[in-house]
């Protein structure tokens, strides 16, 4: 399962394996391992790595079924995300609001298309 999911992440991204291994620090015949059917699974330090490169939790990149995937765990946060909410949570509740609404003008068309229980969760 992590072979298939690595494989499948990295050519969403649309990298090639070289890319990648150059990305993690690893030889590319390692990626070519671990997305081949052997048993062959990187080390922990590696698979950190490999989460992080593509922005997704562990537990999916091992395989665990996303209907089982806890909201907590679902996503790494990017710096830039992580600097972003930093900076949200130490903004007074006046502060908060603005951000609030700016988010409801710039995403009107995604929120209305793509997720109406966004306006809840903004809100």
């Given at each position: 399962?992590f072979?298939?999911?690595?494989?499948?992440?990295?050519?969403?991204?649309?990298?090639?394996?070289?890319?990648?291994?150059?990305?993690?620090?690893?030889?590319?015949?390692?990626?070519?391992?671990?997305?081949?059917?052997?048993?062959?699974?990187?080390?922990?330090?590696?698979?950190?790595?490999?989460?992080k490169f593509?922005?997704?939790?562990?537990?999916?990149?091992?395989?665990?079924?996303?209907?089982?995937?806890?909201?907590?765990?679902?996503?790494?946060?990017?710096?830039?995300?992580?600097?972003?909410?930093?900076?949200?949570?130490?903004?007074?509740e006046q502060?908060?609001?603005?951000?609030?609404?700016?988010?409801?003008?710039?995403?009107?068309?995604?929120?209305?298309?793509?997720?109406?229980?966004?306006?809840?969760?903004?809100?």
């Open positions: 399962m072979g298939d999911r690595l494989k499948d992440l990295r050519k969403q991204k649309g990298i090639t394996q070289e890319q990648l291994a150059a990305a993690i620090g690893v030889e590319r015949s390692s990626i070519g391992h671990y997305e081949g059917k052997s048993a062959n699974t990187p080390s922990d330090d590696v698979k950190i790595k490999i989460a593509f922005n997704v939790s562990l537990d999916y990149l091992l395989g665990m079924p996303e209907d089982e995937i806890t909201d907590e765990n679902r996503y790494l946060l990017s710096e830039d995300e992580k600097k972003l909410v930093d900076t949200y949570r130490d903004m007074n502060g908060k609001q603005y951000i609030r609404q700016t988010m409801m003008m710039a995403a009107p068309i995604y929120i209305r298309h793509n997720n109406d229980s966004a306006l809840e969760k903004i809100d």
